[in-house]
């Protein structure tokens, strides 16, 4: 089986920075990509920014220039700098990836999300 696992999920203020981190775990073969993806209340899932095991990234348009995804290959990580947060609008930040376990299973992966920002 491969687990996912979110962290960095807080408090911050308007303006603020957070940074968070998924590491995969479990009985990995490989992994092709991992990302980041988003759900606001009442809206549906979208994608915020993803990179493949060579370091080619994807963002969504409404966080360019504001998050940054990056990866340790060696860990399994994928982390995401987000800047300039509006805590007016929070979210669930859930941890995907793309990867083959050691028994042949392929699959995307989920991890269980994390609120950003926390309420307060």
């Known amino acids: 089986q491969v687990q996912l696992v979110e962290s960095g999920g807080g408090l911050v203020q308007a303006g603020g920075s957070l940074r968070l981190s998924c590491a995969a775990s479990?009985?990995?073969?490989?992994?092709?990509?991992m990302g980041w993806y988003r759900q606001a209340p009442g809206k549906q899932r979208e994608l915020v920014a993803t990179i493949t095991s060579t370091g080619s990234t994807n963002y969504a348009d409404s966080v360019k220039g504001r998050f940054t995804i990056s990866s340790d290959n060696a860990k399994n990580t994928v982390y995401l700098q987000m800047n300039s947060l509006n805590p007016e609008h929070p979210a669930v930040y859930s941890c995907?990836?793309?990867?083959?376990?050691?028994?042949?299973?392929?699959?995307?992966?989920w991890g269980p999300g994390t609120q950003v920002p926390v309420s307060s």
């Open positions: 995907n990836a793309d990867a083959r376990s050691s028994y042949g299973d392929d699959y995307y992966y």
């Open positions: 479990g009985s990995i073969y490989s992994i092709n990509d």
